[in-house]
């Protein structure tokens, strides 16, 4: 809840803090207007963390660039053409504007540039109204047009004018509504949610990128689910990302299972709860999060309705795997990223076999093996896939996965496990036997591999014995 006066008291903290006091001087000495704008304004008035410094001003870009460099370390000019200048002020980064009056074409999302001559005129143009405040230094006067204040106490976001036209200028902000949504935890007024769903197709004009973008900054909140309700409700998410909303199964009257859309969310929620458990300093993990959402995509796709009332979803992790690297590619994601997510969901049913029964050291051995650098998000994910409302099931799949992370534990403490090769390398193998590199060398090593996992360490001698008896029994 919204406090006034401790909102207004943080925004004399903001104005006074070193690098805005520097800049309004300058500016103020230079003859021009300079005010904070959008996020900042936000976040202070309702006591959150400030971590940019975004600016406004009626100066030209050229101009702009004239009055910061004499107190900036550095100063750069790439978005000039929008009227920004970025620069580098007593240590902290700052980006300043011209006051902006774009107009839209209406096939594209890219804006014809046009500057503005009121500070009002440009907030007016904003994507919310929570967004659309101002306050000028450094005579601290805040300027709200359209009602940001009201809106923040309500815990609203609407658009400053018709949402329709504001959707029709840019249709990325309907996609800031969702990450807005889940980022301040506020609800997204009638009249903007009704636009989204009538303009979600518009969508299709903005490039992959700039929507990948939007996605990882939702799912980097608190909540994503919040936002990612909104994009299904709507139809959005069917745009840009269709196998979310397929989750959403019709259940035959004889056949019962999960509801697959609602057990995604609740995984996704799961999973940022062990990872603020499990790593409460780490930044929000967004292939672990993708996972979690995407991991039963391949769901719908491998259902079958079974004769005795049951329905199976036969190798859905790895359809899932292969569905998901196609869409990740399109929204031009990084190779590293969808390697993650792709493996993960590849891979996150492995551990229920071992609820089934123990596993030998050679099993947990090629578990960890296979996981490789994504083990630690695949404990993660597993956890959070049990959904069960059945306490006794929960508590034995919990116990069985504390069992499985102690032995690899002991293990990797006997056998340094998350570093397991043969303990003969390539050379001395190529010695051992006599031969050349080539094909032969490495079906050595895979032996010695084998050999590595399924026995654990049994020293130098004798893995050279046993790749002799094999190499013979081979020839």
């Avoid at 992790?317 to 590293?336: I, N, Q, T, V, W």
């Amino acid at each position: 809840m919204l406090n006034m006066a401790e909102g207004v008291a943080r925004l004399g903290a903001l104005a006074e803090s070193p690098v805005v006091a520097t800049l309004a001087e300058a500016f103020a000495e230079a003859g021009h207007e300079l005010a904070i704008v959008g996020g900042p304004v936000r976040d202070a008035l309702l006591g959150r963390p400030v971590n940019d410094h975004d600016f406004t001003t009626d100066a030209r870009p050229d101009e702009i660039l004239r009055i910061v460099k004499p107190i900036s370390s550095v100063q750069w000019d790439v978005g000039r053409d929008f009227g920004t200048i970025g620069a580098r002020v007593r240590h902290e980064q700052v980006e300043i504007t011209t006051y902006r009056a774009d107009s839209y074409d209406g096939a594209t999302r890219k804006p014809t540039v046009e500057f503005g001559d009121t500070i009002d005129g440009d907030l007016v143009r904003r994507d919310f109204t929570v967004n659309s405040m101002a306050l000028r230094v450094p005579g601290r006067t805040l300027v709200d047009p359209t009602g940001g204040v009201e809106d923040l106490v309500r815990g609203i976001l609407r658009t400053p004018s018709d949402p329709r036209v504001s959707f029709g200028d840019d249709p990325l902000r309907m996609l800031r509504a969702a990450r807005f949504a889940s980022q301040l935890g506020f609800e997204v007024d009638d009249d903007t949610i009704a636009a989204i769903a009538e303009l979600r197709s518009t969508i299709q004009i903005v490039s992959p990128e700039r929507i990948q973008g939007e996605l990882v900054r939702l799912m980097q909140t608190d909540d994503p689910v919040r936002g990612i309700r909104l994009l299904v409700d709507t139809g959005l998410m069917s745009e840009f990302l269709p196998e979310i909303p397929a989750l959403r199964l019709e259940i035959d009257e004889h056949h019962h299972h999960k509801d697959v859309y609602e057990h995604s969310l609740t995984v996704l929620r799961q999973a940022i709860e062990l990872e603020g458990e499990r790593r409460p300093d780490a930044a929000p993990d967004v292939p672990l999060r993708l996972a979690a959402l995407l991991h039963d995509i391949g769901k719908p796709s491998t259902r079958r309705l079974e004769p005795g009332g049951g329905v199976s979803f036969h190798h859905h992790d790895a359809k899932g795997a292969r569905l998901a690297r196609r869409r990740l590619k399109e929204l031009r994601f990084d190779s590293a990223t969808i390697d993650s997510v792709t493996q993960l969901i590849d891979q996150h049913l492995r551990f229920f076999g071992y609820a089934e029964g123990a596993w030998t050291d050679s099993a947990v051995r090629r578990y960890v093996r296979d996981a490789g650098p994504q083990l630690e998000r695949l404990h993660i994910l597993t956890r959070a896939d049990v959904t069960t409302r059945n306490k006794r099931k929960a508590a034995r799949l919990a116990g069985a996965y504390d069992d499985i992370e102690r032995r690899i534990v002991e293990l990797a403490a006997q056998e340094e496990l998350d570093a397991i090769r043969p303990e003969l390398d390539g050379n001395r193998i190529q010695e051992i036997l006599g031969i050349a590199p080539g094909r032969e060398v490495g079906e050595a090593y895979r032996f010695l591999l084998d050999v590595r996992l399924d026995e654990g360490v049994i020293g130098p001698d004798a893995a050279e014995q046993r790749l002799r008896e094999w190499w013979a029994a081979r020839t």
